[in-house]
T-cell receptor, first 115, second 113 residues
Framework: AQSVTQPDIHITVSEGASLELRCNYS??????LFWYVQSPGQGLQLLLK??????LVQGIKGFEAEFKRSQSSFNLRKPSVHWSDAAEYFC?????????????FGKGTKLSVIP | GAGVSQSPSNKVTEKGKDVELRCDPI?????LYWYRQSLGQGLEFLIY????????KSGLPSDRFSAERTGGSVSTLTIQRTQQEDSAVYLC???????????FGPGTRLLVL
């Protein structure tokens, strides 16, 4: 069965500092990979996705992520964090084949930003 | 509509009562998903609809949970005889087809007293 691990439950960074959120997945084939962000009381907003092709994907709000097959990772990065980036971030994997394409989510990483 | 909408946004109910949660997907989206977000549990898949049929109900936690979709659009998730452990945020997502990006609604926050 597929699974997603986000090893960091909570990360605190200073505004302007760089950010990397870790995501490791377990899946038998090449998956679809996603990063979503959830602000308090809000639904999930898609930041970026990887389906195929270039392993470095760009997303909204200045985020990027790199798919590394050898490490089964899809880490999210941002060069300079803004206070408005404080939120919870979820990595998700979906099966790239027949089926319901349900997403399996990690438990999330909560990001706090110090002004 | 412009995005996925869900109602009510908040629901407080007493243990043992039935509740209905509604999801309006993005117009034209054929696939619809329900997820549950519990404190400390992350997001868990509940059920998937393609059109009006539900080929994957594998995530429904018990037979107290059911869902339907009519007209290939609106979906209702029903929880019968609610229990305190049902308290969670219930999220709905829709896509234009299987394998495409899922767009989420704001969720319904359910509290069972």
């Amino acid at each position: 069965a597929q699974s997603v691990t986000q090893p960091d439950i909570h990360i605190t960074v200073s505004e302007g500092a760089s950010l990397e959120l870790r995501c490791n997945y377990s899946y038998g084939a090449t998956p679809y990979l996603f990063w979503y962000v959830q602000s308090p009381g809000q639904g999930l907003q898609l930041l970026l996705k990887y389906f195929s092709g270039d392993t470095l994907v760009q997303g909204i709000k200045g985020f990027e992520a790199e798919f590394k097959r050898s490490q089964s990772s899809f880490n999210l990065r941002k060069p300079s964090v803004h206070w408005s980036d404080a939120a919870e971030y979820f990595c998700a994997v979906g099966p790239a084949g027949a089926g319901s394409y349900q997403l399996t989510f990690g438990k999330g990483t909560k990001l706090s930003v110090i002004p | 509509g412009a995005g996925v909408s869900q109602s009510p946004s908040n629901k407080v109910t007493e243990k043992g009562k039935d509740v209905e949660l509604r999801c309006d997907p993005i117009s034209g989206h054929t696939a619809l998903y329900w997820y549950r977000q519990s404190l400390g549990q992350g997001l868990e898949f509940l059920i998937y609809f393609q059109g009006n049929s539900a080929p994957d109900k594998s995530g429904l936690p018990s037979d107290r949970f059911s869902a339907e979709r009519t007209g290939g659009s609106v979906s209702t998730l029903t929880i019968q005889r609610t229990q305190q452990e049902d308290s969670a945020v219930y999220l709905c997502a829709s896509t234009g087809g299987p394998g495409e990006t899922q767009y989420f609604g704001p969720g319904t926050r359910l509290l069972v007293l």
